[in-house]
């Protein structure tokens, strides 16, 4: 079983529309949740991120992170043509000597229709 | 403008031919990595630097070489590639304050032939 689980769609939404993004893991010392936005042939950049549990809203994005069902979300408000992109999701563990960087989600691919 | 650069964006190369992907950033970050994305299987650590001299296997290193012997530079090295080794690939890059900070490279392209 993978540690990150999220569904790789294709999901094709109508413009305007409010888009869900998901993901579950299974460490749960995973303690930074991170949302990056992938364009064909870019690399990743980072939309959002979440430290432990809650929600963060920054403009028409929110994600949000539900340590006890081990469950992270992001919401797309108002989507847009431009927000047609790849979106991953990403965790960490922080602790001192950590050996482990980012561990990713497959992405999932979303396509949003004029 | 803060970034990191890889090169070659796009490599094609015939199995056994030894090659270096090179990664900078001008950042002055601490940590730097490279990951392999591959349909399906999304973005995979395979080496990772906490800062010069200090480097460590990822998720899957075989068949990979890296060094840091400056801060800014950190070059992946395939000794003899394998078709398998077809993908693409990114270098990232953070500060050790921003554990979620990472700044990626646009990406390399290689085909294995």
């Known amino acids: 079983q993978k540690e990150v689980e999220q569904d790789p769609g294709p999901l094709s939404v109508p413009e305007g529309a409010i888009v869900s993004l998901n993901c579950t893991y299974s460490?749960?010392?995973?303690?930074?949740f991170m949302w990056y936005r992938q364009y064909s042939r870019k690399g990743p950049e980072l939309l959002m991120y979440?430290?432990?549990?809650g929600n963060k809203e920054d403009g028409r994005f929110t994600a949000q992170v539900d340590k006890s069902s081990k469950y992270i979300s992001l919401f797309i408000r108002d989507s847009q043509p431009s927000d047609s992109a790849t979106y991953l999701c990403?965790?960490?563990?922080?602790?001192?000597?950590?050996?482990?960087?980012?561990?990713f989600g497959s992405g999932t691919q979303l396509t949003v229709l004029p | 403008e803060a970034q990191v650069t890889q090169n070659p964006r796009y490599l094609i190369t015939v199995t056994g031919k030894k090659l270096t992907v090179t990664c900078s950033q001008n950042?002055?970050?601490?940590?730097m990595s490279w990951y392999r994305q591959d349909p399906g299987l999304g973005l995979r650590q395979i080496y990772y630097s906490m800062n010069v001299e200090v480097t460590d296997k990822g998720d899957v290193p075989e068949g990979y070489k890296v060094s840091r012997k400056e801060k800014r530079n950190f070059p992946l090295i395939l000794e003899s590639p394998s078709p398998n080794q077809t993908s693409l690939y990114f270098c990232a890059s953070r500060g050790t304050g921003r554990a979620y900070g990472y700044t990626f490279g646009s990406g390399t392209r290689l085909t294995v032939v």
């Open positions: 990403a965790m960490n563990v922080i602790s001192s000597g950590s050996a482990r960087q980012l561990t």
């Open positions: 460490n749960s010392a995973f303690q930074y």
């Open positions: 979440t430290y432990s549990s």
């Open positions: 950042m002055n970050h601490e940590y």
